[in-house]
């Protein structure tokens, strides 16, 4: 496995603002990946983070409102633009540290969007 | 794509019975399919996963078992605590260069002391 931390760990923001959230991985990974989990909600995921490219974005979800950076193997970052209250979510970066599909969560970051 | 059904959503056992969460998936390309366990104000913790060229794997209390013809996969919990309340969400992927995983709407396990 591998430890993952994410910062800021809650927030409560204005809308029309914009917030960046980092994940930092204790080792380098092949894949990091950005899942929203909305109130009492399952996870969805955002986009891959890829190292030295453009994010992959699900369907759903554009760059404009979540540029995603991965400027090496060990650290990505989300940012939530031009929030509104529907952003409100909890924010997951996880990781593949092999081939094998296994991946593991950082702690979520929790947003509150007035 | 793949799509995840998981139930129930919610399920209350006693201290020490069983809990079986059973899961069933669409895409029969899917060969990879982990569990989570998310407590309250934490991340998805993975518990147990299982591939498709097995049909069943256990760890301490808890087993998953896996029927690829009727693409169904289902986590048994057995003795369980009161420790094991949690949310559990099931989840599949290909591996096929894009492991993405599509995840259940999670089932609410309680545990009664």
């Known amino acids: 496995s591998a430890v993952i931390s994410q910062k800021p760990s809650r927030d409560i923001c204005q809308r029309g603002t914009s917030l960046t959230i980092q994940c930092q991985v204790d080792?380098?990974?092949?894949?990091m990946f950005w899942y929203r989990q909305q109130p009492g909600q399952s996870l969805t995921l955002i986009a891959t983070a890829n190292q030295g490219s453009e994010a992959t974005y699900e369907s759903g979800f554009v760059i404009d409102k979540f540029p995603i950076s991965r400027p090496n193997l060990t650290f990505s970052t989300l940012t939530v633009s031009n929030m509104s209250p529907e952003d409100s979510s909890i924010y997951l970066c996880s990781v593949q540290t092999s081939g094998y599909n296994e991946q593991f969560f950082g702690p979520g970051t929790r947003l509150t969007v007035l | 794509g793949e799509n995840v059904e998981q139930h129930p959503s919610t399920l209350s056992v006693q201290e020490g019975d069983s809990a079986v969460i059973k899961c069933t998936y669409s895409?029969?390309?899917?060969?990879?399919f982990p569990w989570y366990k998310q407590e309250l104000g934490k991340g998805p913790q993975l518990i147990i996963d299982?591939?498709?060229?097995?049909g069943e794997k256990k760890d301490q209390r808890i087993a998953v078992t896996l029927n690829k013809t009727a693409k169904h996969f289902s986590l048994h919990i057995t003795e369980t605590q009161p420790e094991d309340s949690a949310v559990y969400f099931c989840a599949a992927s290909t591996n096929f260069g894009n492991e993405k995983l599509t995840f259940g709407t999670g089932t609410r396990l309680t545990i009664i002391p």
């Open positions: 080792s380098q990974v092949t894949m």
């Open positions: 299982i591939r498709s060229n097995v």
């Open positions: 895409d029969s390309a899917s060969n990879y």
